[in-house]
């Protein structure tokens, strides 16, 4: 016990000497002695310019760091834009701990901040304006990361399991790589397929694009763009990756990149296949870049699916599967695309882009449920079995063009088509312990649906030479799509209890929809005082919906559908017109915004089904008032709007492709409107490294 005490102590002293930190604080100040807010302060291991921590300045100038190493030479590095770096060396031990710099003076430098840093020595974090630009080297990756493991490292950004990006709690918009879109503007596509290594820097800037589309200039309530730039030795050269796998069961995985860059070409191309139950393209970059976005907007509601599971992730826009799958089974997904833009000078950038995407999948299940209701049991079987075939194409291009420095043109368009090819086969059984058998059935269907869509957009930007709040701004979208769906299903269904009757089936079921939608909207902003702006937006848009269902039955004399139902056939055609003027006046004061005003809206649509007689009209007029309040970052937003039921809810014919399932719209539906309050936060620390976001939201919906 005698000898167990010192050796106790010994260790309990080693700990707590192995655990000791030290801490250092100071200012810094201008070569004019004011405080410098927001310079980069880093702290580095003196015999490798490892990074301990970095700190940014508040607004007095002021930093610390506290959880240094003791008995370690260390080096202070202090930055900021414009001036020279500051270097000094410092130890702490276990006796001093704690070192004040009590000012630190930096002297003004017409060189750039690169030529003055050693490269080693580059901060890990520099903000110039409201650019926040982070050095990739500083923070370590494995050799075959990816740009989004490097994003995982980065102080204020989250990414979800779904690649989605937050920054400072704002979502990232798109990722540009040296300032131009790199396949769309789909962050996840250039996270995922991008290397580490081959990135310098990272800058994060508020989308002002976007700002002004909104039609308010106000970057408190819009995303992030991020721009990747990459190291001199990839800007002028080709690189990539290639990737492969494989385990039991057969199931593998392979695919690569290759990018060839040049100072004002970028190329790139990938390909993949697997049998992972796993996509080949995001959501979000189809949607973006593939038109769909709109088209959405009137089609049925399950017309667009975004699936994770246990089994698998899938992506399917309007019948169109761009691989992956959830259910159980295995999907083997193919595809692959290229990349291309162009950007000869600055004003100018072009781009084209092509997606192939490929699922096919093959679903067999054996169910078996049982039901109890005290000593009766009612058991159901159900053996499934689905051969699916997806097949989809996605073209996209557009330019960006700057007439002069206050002019900004912008198109895209996009073009997706997609075949879908489906052959299901279900047999359901039901019994009962006491009755026996209740019911059986075969189900057979072969269904075929085709999809294809158009979309562009065009912008004009202008803002004043003189007065950055005078703004004009013209937007025209269009959209055109036309889906054509054939459902064959041939069924027998015998029904035992409480009396026997079979019921056959042996029909074709086709469906045309065709659709438009176009828009129109000019907005004004004119300043008439320094703190009040008038702001004028004109929104025109018309909505042409058409549907035709055709019930056909087989001819008795031979193979062909030509015995029409007309219990389940119909037609459906919808028109709308839309009006929407909104007068506003904006209150600006250092962080205070106020924006108020009022909202005429004018609607029209004509409905005619095969069902009514005569027209189904639908009329709206109302003034709304509208309001948007920001002060710091916090943010408050009152709007009202009005919108038509889906076609799916309105058209008066019975689906019955499903026996088990049967459907039938109701064209009388009436509109909704919905009064909208919105409460927002977001506020982000730089010098604490902190990052706070919040928001809720109540919709209240009422008919209108």
């Known amino acids: 016990m005698k000898k167990l005490l010192p050796l106790l102590l010994a260790i309990l002293g080693s700990v707590a000497t192995f655990a000791q930190t030290g801490s250092i604080q100071g200012k810094i100040v201008g070569s004019d002695q004011k405080p410098l807010a927001m310079a980069t302060l880093t ?49 702490l031990t276990s006796q001093n701990p704690s070192q004040r710099f009590d000012l630190i003076k930096m002297q003004m430098t017409s060189k750039s901040l690169d030529e003055v840093i050693v490269t080693a020595e580059r901060p890990p974090i520099t903000v110039k304006n409201d650019t926040i630009e982070f050095n990739a080297n500083s923070f370590k990756t494995l050799p075959n990361a990816l740009v989004e493991d490097l994003l995982k490292k980065l102080p204020g950004v989250r990414i979800d399991a779904d690649g989605n990006i937050t920054m400072n709690g704002k979502a990232v918009n798109k990722i540009l790589v040296d300032g131009k879109s790199f396949f769309g503007d789909d962050p996840k596509m250039a996270t995922r397929n991008l290397p580490a290594n081959a990135i310098d820097k990272i800058q994060a800037v508020d989308d002002k694009e976007q700002a002004l589309l909104n ?3 106000n970057t408190s309530n819009v995303g992030k763009v991020i721009n990747i730039t990459l190291k001199k030795g990839y800007k002028k050269s080709a690189f990539g ?28 191309v990938l390909g993949y296949s697997n049998n992972l139950n796993r996509p080949g393209f995001s959501y979000s970059e189809l949607m973006n870049n593939g038109g769909l976005r709109r088209s959405n907007a009137n089609r049925s509601s399950n017309s667009t699916r975004i699936n994770n599971g246990m089994n698998g992730s899938m992506v399917d826009i309007n019948g169109v599967n761009f691989g992956g799958n959830t ?59 689905v051969l699916t075939k997806n097949y989809g194409h996605s073209v996209g291009g557009g330019f960006k063009i700057k007439t002069d420095s206050v002019t900004t043109l912008n198109f895209n368009a996009g ?35 085709n999809n294809y869509n158009y979309n562009h957009t065009f912008y004009l930007l202008r803002t004043g030479k003189t007065n950055s709040k005078r ?36 029909q074709l079921r086709q469906v045309r929809l065709p659709q438009a939608f176009g828009s129109l909207s000019v907005s004004f902003y004119e300043p008439i005082h320094k703190l009040f702006t008038l702001r004028f937006t004109n929104r025109y848009s018309f909505t042409q919906i058409k549907n035709t269902t055709q019930m056909l039955y087989a001819n ?31 209150f600006q004061y250092k962080k205070l915004t106020i924006v108020a005003g009022i909202d005429e809206t004018f609607l029209t649509s004509h409905l005619n089904t095969s069902a009514e007689t005569n027209s189904i009209q639908r009329n709206i007029q109302k003034l709304n008032p509208n309001l948007n309040i920001s002060f710091n970052n916090l943010t408050l937003t009152y709007n ?55 928001y809720c939201r109540l919709p209240i919906f009422s008919t209108v």
């Open 43 to 91: 702290v580095f291991l003196a015999k490798d310019t490892s990074i301990v921590s970095y700190r940014i300045s508040n607004e007095s100038g002021e930093f610390k760091f506290t959880n240094l190493p003791v008995n370690v030479p260390l080096r202070l590095l202090a930055t900021y834009v414009g001036n020279e770096a500051y270097r000094q060396s410092f130890t």
């Open 215 to 217: 039609g308010d200039n």
């Open 556 to 586: 008795p004399l031979g193979d062909s559908f030509s015995v029409l139902n007309p219990v389940l056939s119909g037609s459906f055609e919808r028109q709308q017109h839309e009006v929407f003027l909104a007068q506003k006046l904006a």
């Open 471 to 506: 703004l004009m701004s013209i937007v025209q979208s269009l959209n055109i799509g036309n889906n054509s769906s054939d459902y064959m299903t041939s069924s027998v269904l015998n029904y035992l209890y409480p009396s026997r009757y079979d019921s056959l089936q042996n």
């Open 415 to 449: 073009y997706t088509a997609g075949l879908v090819r489906e052959a299901p086969n279900v047999l359901i059984s039901s019994e009962n312990n006491y009755l026996g058998a209740l019911s059986k059935g075969n189900i057979n269907q072969s269904n075929d649906i």
């Open 327 to 385: 259910n159980f089974g295995i999907a083997t997904s193919n595809g692959g695309g290229f990349n291309l833009n162009h950007a000869p000078n600055v004003k100018k950038s072009f781009y084209l882009q092509y997606y192939f995407g490929e699922v096919r999948n093959r679903l067999n299940t054996d169910r078996l449920a049982e039901l109890y209701n005290g000593d009766t049991i009612i058991t159901n079987h159900r053996v499934t079995n």
């Open 241 to 268: 990756k290639v990737y492969a796998g494989g385990g039991t069961q057969d199931v593998y995985e392979l695919g690569g990149i290759m990018n060839i860059f040049r100072d004002t070409l970028q190329v790139s």
């Open 640 to 694: 009202k709007n009005y919108s038509l039921p889906s076609y799916s809810y309105l058209l008066p014919v019975f689906d019955n492709s499903n026996p088990y399932y049967i459907a039938k719209g109701n064209p009388n539906l009436q509109p909704t409107a919905t009064s909208d309050w919105s409460l927002s936060y977001n506020y982000n620390n730089q010098t604490k490294n902190l990052n706070i976001w919040w």
